[in-house]
């Protein structure tokens, strides 16, 4: 099946850079406005396409990812028993995932319109209008794969996200950072 030359000009422009910088900044701001308790920490940030200056004129969508770090889930395999003792005396969590994503599901609804919001298995979707792209918005905690300590009570770690599809209950890991990290390193 060939494919128009007007389809293959269309993939080769890049998208609107303009545009997916207010959508990024829209949805930032609506999030940074809840009225968060003091000790809530997080991180919003950029991922795929626009990121990785790969996206496409009129087939991209802006994903977001919110990351709460102020709790997170780890994989201690590695670990000796000196760095497992390290990584038990931290103590349970106070909050969870779903006390932190329900507020931004609540504040995106109310700032773009129910109508617009729909809440999926992995993100949440926000259509776009005449000033706004599409967007995704993952909202995770961060993962720890935590590297072998060899006695040691000074933890490395490989920094990852994590997040469950709701439909299934299955946790999703992604290593968004390192792989942007090693897109922009490759030779």
Same mark, same amino acid.
């Given at each position: 099946?060939?494919?128009?030359?007007?389809?293959?000009?269309?993939?080769?422009?890049?998208?609107?850079?303009?545009?997916?910088?207010?959508?990024?900044?829209?949805?930032?701001?609506?999030i940074n406005s809840i009225n968060?308790?003091?000790?809530?920490?997080?991180?919003?940030?950029?991922?795929?396409?626009?990121?990785?200056?790969?996206?496409?004129?009129? $087939?991209?969508?802006?994903?977001?990812?919110?990351?709460?770090?102020? @709790?997170?889930?780890? !994989?201690?395999? #590695?670990? %000796?028993? /000196?760095?497992?003792?390290?990584?038990?005396?931290?103590?349970?969590?106070?909050?969870?995932?779903?006390?932190?994503?329900?507020?931004?599901?609540?504040?995106?609804?109310?700032?773009?319109?129910?109508?617009?919001?729909?809440?999926?298995?992995?993100?949440?979707?926000?259509?776009?209008?005449?000033?706004?792209?599409?967007?995704?918005?993952?909202?995770?905690?961060?993962?720890?794969?935590?590297?072998? $300590?060899n006695g040691s009570k000074n933890l490395?770690?490989?920094?990852? @996200?994590?997040?469950? !599809?709701?439909? #299934?209950? %299955?946790? /999703?890991?992604?290593?968004?950072?390192?792989?942007?990290?090693?897109?922009?390193?490759?030779?």
């Open positions: 099946m060939a494919i128009a030359e007007s389809q293959l000009s269309t993939w080769a422009n890049q998208g609107s850079i303009k545009m997916s910088s207010i959508t990024y900044e829209s949805i930032r701001n609506c968060w308790k003091s000790d809530i920490t997080y991180e919003i940030y950029l991922q795929g396409s626009y990121k990785n200056s790969t996206n496409i004129y009129g $087939n991209s969508d802006v994903d977001i990812v919110v990351e709460f770090t102020k @709790i997170f889930s780890s !994989n201690t395999s #590695n670990l %000796d028993e /000196i760095g497992k003792a390290v990584h038990n005396a931290l103590g349970p969590a106070k909050y969870t995932l779903e006390g932190f994503k329900n507020p931004i599901i609540e504040k995106l609804t109310k700032s773009f319109g129910e109508q617009h919001v729909e809440v999926g298995s992995k993100a949440i979707r926000i259509d776009g209008n005449g000033s706004r792209l599409d967007a995704d918005v993952l909202v995770c905690i961060r993962y720890k794969k935590y590297l072998t $300590n490395h770690y490989n920094k990852g @996200i994590i997040f469950t !599809n709701s439909y #299934n209950g %299955d946790s /999703i890991i992604n290593y968004p950072l390192i792989h942007y990290d090693n897109g922009v390193n490759k030779k």
